[in-house]
Nanobody, 117 residues
Framework: QVRLVESGGGLVQAGGSLRLSCTAS????????MNWYRQAPGKERELVVG???????NYADSVKGRFTVSRDNAKNTVYLQMNSLKPEDTAVYYC???????????WGQGTQVTVSS
């Protein structure tokens, strides 16, 4: 069974940093793409960064220059380093992965990030 588990959320002051982790129960090479989404209260879920197995990473304009994604293939883990955090970054952050052999998306349980002003 494929599982994605996020960790690393928390409460931080504006200007601070957090690093989120998403660990998969299978090799991350099994996914065609792994992505980070977020959902703020009262808003729709939005893509933060798309991480295709091939091709360029696609960051949302609102996080460009502040957020950086990386992956540790040996640990089946994708990281989201978030710097210069702003109150508007407050949201539940979700890890997402897509497998085209199943034509299916997988989602983690989400991790709360709260940025105080």
């Amino acid at each position: 069974q494929v599982r994605l588990v996020e960790s690393g959320g928390g409460l931080v002051q504006a200007g601070g940093s957090l690093r989120l982790s998403c660990t998969a129960s299978i090799s991350i090479f099994s996914f065609n793409a792994m992505n980070w989404y977020r959902q703020a209260p009262g808003k729709e879920r939005e893509l933060v960064v798309g991480i295709p197995n091939t091709g360029s990473r696609n960051y949302a304009d609102s996080v460009k220059g502040r957020f950086t994604v990386s992956r540790d293939n040996a640990k089946n883990t994708v990281y989201l380093q978030m710097n210069s955090l702003k109150p508007e970054d407050t949201a539940v952050y979700y890890c997402n992965a897509y497998r085209n052999v199943e034509d299916r998306d997988y989602w983690g349980q989400g991790t709360q990030v709260t940025v105080s002003s």
